[in-house]
């Protein structure tokens, strides 16, 4: 059987990790504890959490 890779998954890889690490050195990233956290998932091209906490994103003044 023919194996077929994606040839960009190196590149994709890094544009990935240079746009979270760009957004983790700009805003300290916090949710509320107030509200409980949930392990379910949900199914389609990727496996994706059911219920995402709504995120608080705080400039830094870093930059
Ligand atoms: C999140 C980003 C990406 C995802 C999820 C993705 C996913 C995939 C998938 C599922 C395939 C099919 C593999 C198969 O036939 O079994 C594929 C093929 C391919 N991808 Fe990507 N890809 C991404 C980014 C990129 C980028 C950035 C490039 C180029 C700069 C690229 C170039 C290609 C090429 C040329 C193929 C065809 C390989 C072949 O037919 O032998 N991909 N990709």
């Known amino acids: 059987m023919e194996v077929k890779i994606c040839l960009g998954e190196g590149l994709a890889n890094v544009e990935l990790f240079l746009y979270l ?3 983790l050195q700009r805003y300290q990233v916090r949710y509320d504890p107030s509200i409980k956290l949930s ?3 949900t199914f ?3 496996r994706r959490p059911k219920h995402l906490p709504p995120l608080i994103f705080e400039k830094l003044n870093k930059f």
């Open 21 to 23: 690490v760009n957004i």
């Open 39 to 41: 392990l379910e998932a």
């Open 44 to 46: 389609g091209v990727s």
